[in-house]
């Protein structure tokens, strides 16, 4: 799923029925972000992976709200990640070069 400068998200089917659990692939790694209940429209959208710029647009849920509600949650986790699990996303961190 792409080289080790892009960050994905995708979803897993789990062992409990009618849950599925998102996860950050990002630096070769893979992390757990959270779960939610089953919807067919979030592990459509979701379950082939989704670069972190296109899975953090508003605008690709086409006003589906369990599709905007989980990328709350995932901006959310990957916020958490980053400030106490020291996870750093190259799409998040790029400096600025002034000429």
Not at 7 to 23: E, P
Not at 66 to 72: D, E, F, T
Not at 79 to 97: A, G, I, M
């Amino acid at each position: 799923m792409g080289n080790s400068k892009t960050s994905w998200i995708r979803c897993k089917n789990t062992s409990n029925k009618g849950t599925i659990a998102f996860y950050l692939l990002t630096g070769g790694k893979e992390y757990f972000l959270c779960d939610q209940k089953f919807r067919q429209s979030s592990w459509n959208f979701f379950k082939n992976g989704v670069i972190y710029k296109k899975a953090m647009d508003y605008s690709r849920a086409h006003n589906d709200s369990s599709i905007i509600n989980i990328m709350k949650r995932i901006r959310l986790c990957i916020d958490y990640l980053e400030k106490y699990e020291r996870v750093s996303l190259p799409e998040r961190n790029k400096t600025v070069c002034e000429i």
